[in-house]
């Protein structure tokens, strides 16, 4: 029996510029989206000074939503996005929002739609820096059509009542 040399393993070089951005739509378009700054923790302090301004441009770009009770919020479980000091942010502002489903990304139009729509025009690209990223995100999120996104408030509404029919059991 010989020592073979193992084969070398291919491996991907990893990118070493990285960002983070949280974005909020509705079925028309992007209503706003935040790059994090790097180094920073999305905790309930810094998402509560993300939906302050999220909350002021809705009132700008969107006339139509600035009566209380006329637009709803759907975001995950993250534990930012559930914590005391935005639950109150939220009541006292008489913004709604509808609850979603634990251990369920695959029902957040971000996760099952956007995602998707931003990751392939990025796949296997490189940049040079962390403002390079953002404007490709941006030129991505830019060029999708109303109609597409209206039609992924549509796919949430065909899973939800895929759930709803499976009465709580897994289906995949």
């Not at 923790?41 to 009132?59: D, M, P, Q, S, T």
């Not at 700008?60 to 534990?79: C, F, I, K, Q, T």
């Not at 990025?122 to 403002?131: G, P, T």
Request: net charge positive.
């Amino acid at each position: 029996m010989r020592n073979e040399p193992k084969p070398k393993k291919l491996r991907l070089e990893e990118s070493k510029v990285k960002t983070m951005m949280t974005y909020f739509y509705d079925s028309k378009g992007i209503v706003h989206k935040v790059f994090v700054p790097p180094g920073q923790n999305v905790n309930a302090v810094f998402y509560l000074g993300v939906f302050k301004r999220l909350v002021r441009r809705i009132r700008r770009v969107r006339p139509e939503y600035r009566e209380d009770g006329s637009w709803r919020l759907l975001h995950d479980n993250a534990p930012s996005y559930r914590s005391t000091l935005v639950a109150d942010y939220l009541t006292k502002n008489h913004i709604l929002t509808i609850n979603h489903s634990p251990y369920s990304p695959d029902k957040a139009p971000c996760d099952f739609y956007l995602f998707g729509k931003m990751h392939l025009p990025m796949k296997r690209k490189r940049y040079a820096d962390v403002e390079a990223i953002q404007k490709a995100c941006t030129g991505i999120l830019a060029a999708i059509p109303g109609n597409e996104l209206k039609h992924s408030f549509d796919l949430l509404l065909d899973r939800a009542k895929s759930c709803i029919k499976a009465e709580g059991y897994h289906f995949e």
